[in-house]
């Protein structure tokens, strides 16, 4: 039988949280809390890398949803967006294509993210290119943290 201690189960829960929000259009981050679990060594690293990935790529399918519906809300006159920007935005996604979502991972990510359901990119594509930029930055971010840290 699988014990799971109660501690490393709420802090992999925390940043779950941590994650998916901040992949969203909340101002969220994610990686204090990453590093900050990865130095105490309470939880795997593997399991974090898991955790963060997932949160994050269900973070941004939140926002691919909102993209998906954004277009019955074009002409309000409350739509933060207007016509012409979004328009420009979806010029800028069909020349640069899908593959700006493996940028999905930096600042202002969460944008592309949106884009692609507006553009309506296939959910299969979306979520491969995603998931390989959340979790890359995440394995990233591990590297990085055990080099400084020594």
Known sequence: MISLDP????????LFLAAFGAATVLPFQS????????LGGTVSLTGLIVVASIGNTLGAVVNYVLGRGISRFRTRRWFPV???QLAR?????ARWGV?????SWAPLGDA????AG????PVWLFLILVTIAKTGRYIALAWLTARVAG
């Open 118 to 121: 507006t553009m309506r990119t």
């Open 112 to 115: 592309f993210t949106v884009i």
């Open 7 to 14: 501690g490393a189960l709420a802090q992999s829960a925390g």
């Open 82 to 84: 207007t016509a012409a």
């Open 89 to 93: 935005a979806q010029r800028w996604y």
């Open 31 to 38: 990686e204090a809390v990453f590093v900050g679990l990865q």
């Open 99 to 103: 593959w700006t979502l493996l940028l």
